[in-house]
């Protein structure tokens, strides 16, 4: 099994930045890549992005590429999702996933965070 806990989330303006964090526990040698998805309010679940625990290879959603940097710090099985010029429309629950492929499909992941609110005011 494997654990993840995502922090870093709360009330920020718009045009500010942001930095999630997502620390993995537990069996972590048995994932290859980490994502993260949003589910705004009454919306389905968004993929974000998706970058191998090496970090050489990342790949972002369109409606967030450009805006949305996705890395990884082996040393502390962790991972981060910084987020910059927000918008109120990026308000969501934010969660990070492991899965032991490259993926981008949240079926495709077998670990999922409980979620970090972000909410963005105008």
């Known amino acids: 099994q494997v654990q993840l806990v995502e922090s870093g989330g709360g009330l920020v303006q718009a045009g500010d930045s942001l930095r999630l964090s997502c620390v993995a526990s537990?069996?972590?040698?048995?994932?290859?890549?980490m994502g993260w998805f949003r589910q705004a309010p009454g919306k389905a679940r968004e993929f974000v992005g998706t970058?191998?625990?090496?970090?050489?290879?990342?790949y972002y959603a369109e409606s967030v590429r450009g805006r949305i940097t996705i890395s990884t710090d082996n040393a502390k099985n962790t991972g981060y999702l910084q987020i910059s010029k927000l918008k109120p429309e990026d308000t969501a629950v934010y969660y990070c996933?492991?899965?032991?492929?490259?993926?981008?499909?949240?079926?495709?992941?077998?670990?999922w965070g409980q979620g970090t609110q972000v909410t963005v005011s105008s």
């Open positions: 996933a492991a899965a032991s492929r490259f993926v981008t499909t949240a079926r495709m992941f077998e670990y």
């Open positions: 537990g069996r972590t040698f048995s994932t290859y890549a």
């Open positions: 970058v191998s625990w090496s970090g050489t290879s990342t």
